[in-house]
């Protein structure tokens, strides 16, 4: 048979040879992209005012505190449209004059949870009852909120516990 045609050759390299090989690679690599750094800066373009902008550091937007007031809390001013005040009806008995020194008030609500007490406070201002408001105490069970009315005599008081019992099954009066 004849000699077989070699189509192929085999490349032997020393590990010397081949790491300057790969140095040589990386090199060209990098040339290759400082000029295409240079190139990009020799010629303005219509995007050098948005690289400008884009390049100042601007400072951040500042943040808005948001604190909570005790003036939150407390219930808005009564609006009182014609004929909407409830009737408050006179006492039948002429207070005694111990009475009259002293404020009497109707708690209408007792309750852990605070939006129920100042809702109910809202609803009762908004009737008429300018004199209610939610009180905070603390007792064992943790804090608790009271719905009272504030009135000036225990006959007053007990005079509008017909009208209060619309807004809630009990209603105490204390002083």
Sequence with gaps: MEAEDQSHYEISLTAGQAFVAFVLLLLSLA???????MI?????????????LIQKKQPPPAKAEISVKEDDFKAPPATIENG????????????????SAQPTFAQLLSTA???????LAA???????????VERTTSEKGPT???RIKFPTEGE???????????????????
Excluded: C, M
């Design 31 to 37: 040339a290759s992209f400082a000029f295409g750094l």
């Design 40 to 52: 990009a800066r020799a010629k303005p373009g219509p995007n050098t005012e948005a690289a400008a």
């Design 84 to 99: 909407a005040a409830p009737a408050i009806l006179p006492a039948t008995t002429a207070p005694k004059p111990a009475e």
């Design 113 to 119: 949870d605070q939006k129920s007490a100042e809702a």
């Design 123 to 133: 609803k009762l201002i908004e009737r008429g009852f300018t004199a209610a408001y």
């Design 145 to 147: 909120f009271r719905v």
């Design 157 to 175: 008081a007990h005079a509008a516990e017909t009208k209060l019992k619309e807004f809630s099954k009990e209603v105490w009066i204390t002083r």
